[in-house]
């Protein structure tokens, strides 16, 4: 990685070099990894990949004095800068044979992955009606259906 100079030099102002210095810093915390994240593989051989959003704020600024410095003609300078990280949980991508689904961790997600998976879940009562029907010893069995892994 190219080493940018965080002293200002003849042509250029300090606050270049200030904000040079900060963005050095914000690239060695933030990486493609805290975005989407190192695979896992399950037991079953699953792959779970978790995902990301990341907000990141940047603010710099600086100021010159009015008073002369005894070396040069250049005026004293002040400066600051600062950075802000947010990493949210968004979901887990999860590859699965020839299948990829996103898992979403927000709770308002629920809506929609039952609206995506009511025909199976149809489907799947409908059967389990019609194997009920069909016994013979029409003895009351359970079954519980999962909406998120329903196909």
Same mark, same amino acid.
């Given at each position: ?11 250029? +102002? ?18 493609? #990894?805290?975005? @989407? ?6 037991? *079953? ?8 959003? @990341? ?7 600086? $100021?010159?004095?009015? &008073? ?9 300078? $002040?400066?600051?800068?600062?950075? $802000? ?18 898992? &979403?961790?927000?709770?308002? *997600? ?5 609206? #995506? #998976?009511?025909?199976?879940?149809? *489907?799947? @009562?409908?059967?389990?009606?019609? *194997?009920? &029907?069909?016994?013979?010893? +029409?003895? +009351?069995? &359970? ?9």
């Amino acid at each position: 990685m190219e080493h940018l100079p965080s002293q200002p030099t003849p042509t250029t +102002h300090p606050i270049e070099g200030l904000m040079k210095t900060a963005m050095e810093s914000i690239k060695g915390m933030i990486d493609v #990894n805290t975005v @989407v994240g190192q695979p896992v593989e399950t037991a *079953d051989g699953a792959t779970i990949i978790p995902v990301s959003r @990341v907000s990141l704020g940047f603010a710099a600024g600086g $100021g010159e004095y009015w &008073s002369r410095t005894g070396d040069g003609d250049g005026h004293p300078f $002040g400066g600051g800068s600062g950075a $802000g990280v947010t990493v949210h949980p968004v979901g887990f991508l999860v590859v699965h044979k020839d299948t990829v689904r996103l898992l &979403s961790v927000d709770r308002g *997600d629920i809506w929609e992955s039952l609206a #995506n #998976n009511a025909p199976q879940l149809i *489907d799947q @009562v409908q059967s389990l009606w019609k *194997d009920q &029907s069909q016994s013979k010893d +029409h003895n +009351h069995r &359970s079954t519980i259906i999962d909406p998120t892994t329903a196909s």
